[in-house]
């Protein structure tokens, strides 16, 4: 199919590939573009560096062709000049917003939009922004802008997108006018098993977790479990991702310290197509974070066949009838303990029953065509 002729996207989002130090948002924009490139023409609109400030190496300001279809506009923001002209071309063509809070990304476009382009069609995703836990990270700030934006009207008539029943409640909270919602998962990598089975001695245990190191992920808890209940065996946690809070991280590496059988690292930043070679050699994903919207680091766990360790805090329930690990309260460290002594103690043949399960559970939640289906009718204005 021609792509002159397929519904047609222009999406706002603050990062986006070859960027992905900033996790979640970027990896459930770039898994959409996957899903979507045969059925739409979508054009992205982001920024030029990484969440730390580096400087990504691509062109500025031109229409870059990617691998899965997409076009892609790195800037320093949107300009109205970009958004005329795309419109010029794409008279019926739809727009989205990732994220609610970025002035250059999310309000901006939304601004420009709402004031020159009243009645286009507008998605927006707010990628778990109003949850609980995300709002406990500069609550004033964030508070002080949505009531303004209520105030404001700046989201009114636009069609929200949302991940879980629990968000569209969030979302219902802060803005109780809201007339278009559309519950839709976020959209995961396909499971691929790895080949090789995870080698596994009675006796030791390496975990791991990929996740931007902030304190709403409390990897404290797993620090603090082994700690007031020790766990036999030599256990290994090596931690894959940028370090956002050095305090953080500071407390992290001192608490380690403390616990004499474990060896703690941080290991730096992984690219997203690491994380399946990654997986074959650690026993347990753990990330006990007190927010996730989705977790596509906790969902890649399950995809590349490790059973999790995480917090009751994710939308991924019910994971030990499934044998594909266990979610638990933040405050039980005894519960956290007690799995990590259960999964110290395995061999091979044992763990490998719970890596089969953990991949079984991924293949469980992944449908591709009705994924494709269901985003069509959320951009794509019924006739």
Not at 30 to 47: K, P, R, S, T, W
Not at 75 to 92: D, F, G, M, S
Not at 306 to 325: M, R, Y
């Amino acid at each position: 199919m021609n792509l002159n002729v397929k519904p047609a996207i222009l999406s706002f989002i603050d990062w986006y590939k070859p960027a992905y130090k900033a996790g979640g948002p970027v990896r459930s924009m770039v898994n959409l573009a996957e899903l979507l490139q045969d059925d739409v023409a979508l054009y992205v609109v982001c920024g030029d560096r990484e969440i730390d400030g580096h400087k990504l190496n691509v062109e500025l300001n031109s229409w870059i062709h990617q691998d899965t279809n997409e076009q892609v506009s790195y800037c320093k923001k949107p300009t109205l000049a970009l958004i005329k002209e795309w419109v010029k071309q794409h008279p019926n063509g739809v727009f989205h917003i990732n994220g609610i809070y970025s002035a250059r990304f999310s309000i901006l476009p939304l601004f420009l939009l709402k004031t020159f382009f009243p009645n286009k069609r507008i998605v927006v995703s707010p990628r778990g922004m109003l949850n609980e836990g995300a709002l406990q990270i500069k609550p004033f700030k964030k508070n002080a802008f949505i009531a303004f934006a209520r105030g404001l009207g700046l989201f009114n008539n636009v069609i929200w997108h949302t991940t879980s029943e629990e968000e569209e409640q969030r979302i219902r909270k802060f803005f109780p006018t809201v007339k278009q919602m559309k519950v839709l998962s976020n959209i995961p990598i396909a499971p691929v098993k790895p080949a090789m089975q995870c080698e596994k001695n009675a006796g030791s245990l390496q975990m791991f977790a990929v996740t931007r190191i902030v304190p709403i992920k409390k990897l404290e808890t797993i620090l603090n479990a082994l700690k007031r209940y020790p766990v036999p065996g030599n256990i290994t946690f090596d931690v894959f991702g940028p370090i956002e809070d050095q305090r953080y991280a500071e407390i992290l590496t001192q608490l380690a310290t403390e616990i004499p059988n474990l060896t703690f690292h941080f290991k730096g930043a992984v690219e997203p197509n690491k994380l399946s070679e990654l997986s074959t050699h650690y026993h347990l994903f753990c990330l006990p974070s007190s927010n996730e919207n989705f977790g596509h680091s906790i969902y890649e766990a399950f995809a590349n066949a490790c059973p999790v360790l995480i917090s009751d805090q994710t939308p991924w329930k019910n994971l030990q009838n499934e044998k594909a690990g266990f979610e638990l309260a933040l405050n039980n460290l005894k519960g956290f303990s007690d799995r990590m002594t259960m999964f110290s103690a395995m061999t091979t043949d044992e763990l490998e029953q719970w890596r089969q399960g953990a991949f079984v559970f991924a293949q469980k939640h992944y449908n591709k065509e009705k994924w494709i289906a269901s985003y069509l009718t959320l951009f794509v204005p019924n006739e």
